[in-house]
C-alpha cells in the first residue's frame, strides 16, 4: 500500500481545530446570502486569492472577518456538520474541537446560539458518523481577563458539554500569565486545561502556560526547541504537543516543510501530535497535513502509526476509550 493511501485510511485523532477555521468559503458565501451579510469579496475566488499571510495576525483578521456572517444556531449546526462530513471521509474517528464564543458574543450573538448549533451538530456527528467529539471553549487573548470571565460564566449552564477551555487568538504581547486568575477559575470548575503557546511567541510562554496556567496540553508549542530544560520538562512530564504544519507554513512560522523539526522533537521523545487549526484557510484537512509532512520528511509508515497513537494517547477520552481506539489503530497497521 502506498505510504499516502495508508495515512488516508488510518483511523486517526484531531485535537487542535477551530471550528471557526472550517469555514469554507463556498459555506461562507451560501450562508451570508440567506443572513443577508456582506462579504468584503465578490466571489469565492476572490476570497481565497486573500488567503495569503505574513503572520499569524494578518490571517486571524480575515478569519474574524468571515466568521461576521454566522448568525443563526443553524449556521453553527452547518458548519460543524460540513466539517464533520470532511472529516469522516479521512477516517478521523475523534475529533477535540475548538470554538471561540467572544468571536461571536462580541457581534451581539448569543453564547447559547452558537454552542447549541455546534453541540447538535457534534451529537448528530457522534450518532449517524461515528465521531466522538470533546468540545473546548477557547477564550480570545487580545481581550482582556475580565471579558475571559464573562465567557467562563456564560458557560456555566453548559458545563457537561464542554470539556476544557483554552487560549488562543494574538499570541505576541498577551502572555499565558494575563489569564492566570481565570484559569484557576476553570480549573476549580473541573474544566481541563490547554493553550496555545509558543507560536510566534517564545518559549517563556510555555513555561508560563505550564507553570502559571497550569495546562495540561500545549497548542503548537513549535518553539518549545529553543529551550533544552523546557523540552526535558515537556519530555518527562509527557505533556502533548498539538502540532500544525500547514498553519505554521501558511502562517510563515516556518519557511519550509523540509525544516518541520518533527524528527527532532520525536527523538527528544515529546509527545507531538499532527492537527489542521484552520484548514479552511490552511490548505488542508488532517489526510493533507500527514501526507505533506510525509512527504517532506520521508516518513516511514511506522512513524505515522506512532504520530497517529500519539493523537489518541494525548487525547480527553477516559484510559478504556484510548486503549479501544489504540486498539483499532493497531488492527488497520498490521492488515496495511
Ligand atoms: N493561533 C492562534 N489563534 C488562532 C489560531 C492559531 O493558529 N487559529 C485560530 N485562532
Ligand atoms: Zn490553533
Redesign the pocket.
Known amino acids: 500500500m502506498l505510504l499516502e493511501e495508508f495515512i488516508r485510511g488510518i483511523p486517526k485523532a484531531e485535537l487542535h481545530l477551530?471550528i471557526e477555521?472550517t469555514f469554507e468559503p463556498e459555506l461562507m458565501f451560501e450562508i451570508a446570502k440567506r443572513n443577508e451579510k456582506k462579504i468584503n469579496y465578490s466571489n469565492v475566488q476572490e476570497l481565497k486569492n486573500a488567503y495569503k499571510f505574513n503572520n499569524?495576525q494578518e490571517f486571524?483578521d480575515i478569519?474574524y472577518a468571515g466568521a461576521n456572517v454566522l448568525i443563526e444556531e443553524q449556521d453553527f449546526y452547518d458548519l460543524t456538520w460540513a466539517y464533520l462530513k470532511k472529516i469522516k471521509a479521512q477516517h478521523v474517528i475523534h475529533t477535540e474541537i475548538f470554538f471561540?464564543p467572544q468571536t461571536h458574543t462580541d457581534r451581539g450573538v448569543s453564547f447559547d446560539t452558537v454552542i447549541r448549533g455546534v453541540h447538535r451538530a457534534l451529537e448528530d456527528g457522534s450518532e449517524q458518523l461515528g465521531i466522538s467529539y470533546k468540545l473546548i471553549m477557547s477564550f480570545l487573548r487580545h481581550l482582556d481577563e475580565a471579558s475571559a470571565f464573562k465567557t467562563l460564566e456564560q458557560a456555566m449552564p453548559y458545563k457537561d458539554w464542554i470539556v476544557g477551555v483554552g487560549l488562543?487568538?494574538s499570541?505576541l504581547g498577551n502572555p499565558p500569565s494575563k489569564f492566570k486568575n481565570v484559569f484557576t477559575k476553570a480549573r476549580e470548575e473541573g474544566f481541563l486545561l490547554t493553550a496555545?503557546a509558543g507560536?510566534e511567541g517564545p518559549a517563556e510562554y510555555i513555561w508560563e502556560a505550564l507553570d502559571v496556567l497550569n495546562v495540561i496540553r500545549i497548542d503548537?508549542g513549535n518553539r518549545c526547541l529553543d529551550d533544552t530544560a523546557l523540552v526535558t520538562e515537556l519530555a518527562k512530564r509527557q505533556i502533548p504537543l498539538t502540532l500544525?504544519p500547514l498553519?505554521n507554513l501558511e502562517?510563515q512560522v516556518i519557511k519550509n516543510l523540509k525544516d518541520y523539526p518533527l524528527k527532532k522533537m520525536m527523538e527528544h521523545h515529546l509527545l507531538v501530535t499532527l492537527n489542521s487549526?484552520?484548514p479552511a484557510y490552511f490548505g488542508g484537512y488532517m489526510t493533507e497535513n500527514y501526507v505533506q509532512v510525509a512527504r517532506a520528511l520521508n516518513l516511514s509508515k511506522a512513524e505515522i502509526v506512532i504520530l497517529v497513537k500519539n493523537s489518541f494517547k494525548a487525547s480527553w477520552l477516559t484510559a478504556e476509550e484510548k486503549a479501544q481506539k489504540l486498539a483499532i489503530v493497531d488492527n488497520y497497521a498490521n492488515v496495511n
Open positions: 477551530h477555521g499569524l486571524l478569519y471561540d488562543d487568538s499570541e496555545h507560536e503548537h500544525c498553519s502562517l487549526d484552520d
